[in-house]
């Protein structure tokens, strides 16, 4: 992994290289709120990761469907009709393996429940930072 | 217009918002993001934020007003809300966002119209001061590419002017001529023009 002049808590430009993902790595945002969507995709970006962004669930669920595969997918917990963990549900159901991680604006730990119930490998709480993404990045990298 | 003073000022609006406390980090992420693909992104996302946000506060108004009051609903707009307020670093408008859930979930209505009131006000202050923040920011740029032109222009027309004397003196009938006699004692001749006096063409 290409870590030089960066750090696993942050992404300091003025140290010199940015962290960057060495293998081609693919993400999936699923978010109502276009800010939000906006945000993660162009932070996943900036670590050199594909992302894609959906906003209801049902998106989400037919784009893996049809063959499309993710390393990480982003969840937001309150989606409109098909809910964040019934979406995850639902992907976990069709026999994919990559990383879930449902996320939410109010921390409740009832959510992370079910979000965790559902097959999510995690839950946390906006705004999506790099401190949260870089680990889970290293992680899928290695 | 003085480039530094502009920029002293566009540096002091920013610390201004993250000491009163308007901005937290996260709007520091949002400015990491912003880079040669993406020139704007922050100005972007805070119009596009500005933009929804003013949706959902009228969708929370009129749920504050319908009766019964749906606190489910009121609880799925603020959701929204405080995701996307958090998500550009208004902490202010998000620590609202937070006290105005708290009222929602205890199903409390009197909380909760006083705290949207808070988190209208926030929400107006915030826009008034990164309204202002980008206008500044617009002419600082705006000044620096003005500059950078401007000196581009400068050496084009120094080059311009250097060329034109090879005309010149090709027209007079002279050769090359070494111009090491007219270097400053500094050496500091950027282009070497080489001429050589024909006297033969000067007698003609």
């Known amino acids: 992994m290409d870590m030089s002049g960066g ?101 409740d730990g009832r959510q992370q429940q079910e979000f965790l119930a559902a097959g999510a490998d995690g839950f946390i709480e906006k705004p999506v930072s790099p401190e949260i993404v870089i680990p889970i990045i290293w992680e899928l990298d290695n | ?54 949706r959902l506060l009228q969708n929370i108004e009129q749920a504050l007003v ?35 859930k708290e009222y929602c979930t205890a199903g409390n209505a009197e909380g909760c119209f006083r705290t949207f009131v808070q988190v209208k006000q926030e929400h107006a202050i915030l826009r008034t001061k990164l309204e202002t923040y980008f206008q500044a920011y617009i002419s600082f740029m705006c000044v620096f590419v003005l500059v950078i032109f401007a000196l581009t222009y400068i050496c084009l027309l120094f080059c311009l002017y250097l060329f034109s004397w090879q005309d010149k003196l090709d027209h007079l009938g002279l ?4 111009l090491d006699d007219y270097m400053d004692e500094g050496g500091s001749l950027i282009i070497d023009l080489y001429y050589k006096y024909d006297k033969a063409h000067m007698i003609e």
């Open chain 1, 7 to 107: 750090s696993a808590e942050g992404n300091d430009k003025s140290e010199g290289q940015r962290f960057s993902s060495k293998n081609k790595l693919t993400a999936l945002v699923v978010d109502n709120g276009g800010v939000c969507r906006a945000i993660q995709t162009a932070l996943l970006r900036s670590y050199g990761v594909e992302t894609e962004a959906v906003e209801p669930g049902e998106a989400a669920v037919q784009l893996l469907a049809s063959g499309a595969t993710f390393n990480l997918i982003i969840i937001e917990m309150l989606l409109p009709v098909l809910n964040g963990p019934e979406t995850a549900r639902q992907i976990r159901a069709m026999g994919a393996q990559s990383k879930i991680l449902g996320i939410t604006s109010f921390f």
């Open chain 2, 175 to 178: 050769q090359e001529v070494k």
């Open chain 2, 1 to 54: 217009m003085d480039r530094n003073h502009l920029k002293r000022q566009v540096d002091l609006m920013k610390r201004s918002l993250f000491d009163q406390g308007y901005l937290d980090e996260q709007f520091i992420q949002l400015e990491e993001l912003q880079d040669d693909d993406n020139p704007n992104f922050v100005e972007e996302i805070v119009t596009l934020f500005f933009n929804d946000s003013a």
């Open chain 2, 66 to 100: 319908s009766v019964p009051i749906d606190f489910a609903r009121l609880d799925n707009y603020m959701h929204q809300f405080k995701g996307s307020s958090s998500s550009i670093g208004a902490k202010r408008v998000k620590n609202e966002c937070t006290r105005f």
